[in-house]
């Protein structure tokens, strides 16, 4: 009669472990996706800024601007872009806000005060030497 009892507790234990293991695998599949997520979101989050700060860089482009010696900016209130013009080094600076990705470009200054972007000029970092020549306020 024990012999018939003991049957059953090996298959019962094996049940268990496939759940165990199963649970385990949902586990670290949910994990493996959060993970997933999170880096959609900031890629998705760096995309939009880009983009912002592209437009931004082309809005500015087709503004005008005067010579002067230090950065001047303006400021497009609707899709709060800002373009900044260093006439001196010949640099326009875009953004689209405070703490967004920037952009630079190399441009020339016609005597109209528009800018004409030069060929291959498009920039992701500051290309000026010097801690916090770039930045603007």
């Known amino acids: 009669m024990q012999l018939a009892s003991q049957r ?9 472990m ?19 997520m999170s880096l959609v979101a900031d890629e ?5 800024q880009l983009t912002a700060a592209t437009s931004s860089l082309h809005w ?9 010696d230090e950065w001047q900016c303006q400021h497009h209130a609707e899709f709060n872009w800002r373009a900044c013009f260093q006439p001196v ?15 630079y470009r190399w441009v020339n200054l016609l005597p109209n005060g528009a800018l004409k972007p030069q ?5 992701d970092f500051c290309p000026l030497n010097g801690g916090g020549i770039c930045d603007v306020e």
């Open 44 to 48: 998705r989050h760096y995309f939009e």
């Open 18 to 36: 496939i759940l165990l293991m199963g649970t385990l695998m949902l586990n670290a599949t949910r994990r493996q996706l959060e993970d997933s």
């Open 119 to 123: 060929p291959h000029g498009w920039l």
């Open 89 to 103: 080094q010949r640099l326009l600076r875009a953004d689209s806000g405070p703490d967004t990705l920037t952009l």
């Open 60 to 68: 500015g482009e087709r503004l005008r601007w005067l010579t002067a």
């Open 8 to 16: 059953g507790s090996g298959s019962l234990i094996m049940v268990i």
